[in-house]
């Protein structure tokens, strides 16, 4: 089974930067899309990344468009979220998913990290 585990967050101030990680043990991981999703508190769980299992295609959602970006290194088994330019209403929890459909729902993602929480003060 895939186990994946995100990395990276933290408290940081408006405008500043943070990359996540998400890495997994298990040597399947490089075969599966991964995605990142987040949830801020009272609002639902919101696409935010995804990449293929090749790491030759990835999208963003518009709320991030030009700030975040996606990429992987399957030699490490690890994809990143790389954020720039935080704002305020970037604050959320941020999972990191796993699975074979390239897809921008959650629910078509079977594994799921715990999450790591990003904190961007105003």
């Known amino acids: 089974q895939v186990h994946p585990i995100e990395s990276g967050g933290g408290l940081v101030q408006d405008g500043g930067s943070l990359r996540l990680s998400c890495t997994a043990s298990d040597r399947t991981f490089k075969s599966h899309a991964v995605a990142w999703f987040r949830r801020a508190p009272g609002k639902q769980r919101e696409f935010v990344a995804v990449?293929?299992?090749?790491?030759?295609?990835?999208f963003v959602g518009d709320s991030v468009q030009g700030r975040f970006s996606i990429s992987r290194d399957n030699a490490k088994n690890t994809v990143y979220l790389q954020m720039a330019s935080l704002k305020p209403e970037d604050t959320a929890v941020y999972y990191c998913?796993?699975?074979?459909?390239?897809?921008?729902?959650?629910?078509?993602?079977?594994?799921w990290g715990q999450g790591t929480q990003v904190t961007v003060s105003s």
């Open positions: 990449i293929s299992w090749t790491g030759g295609s990835s």
């Open positions: 998913a796993a699975g074979y459909t390239n897809s921008y729902d959650e629910n078509d993602y079977e594994y």
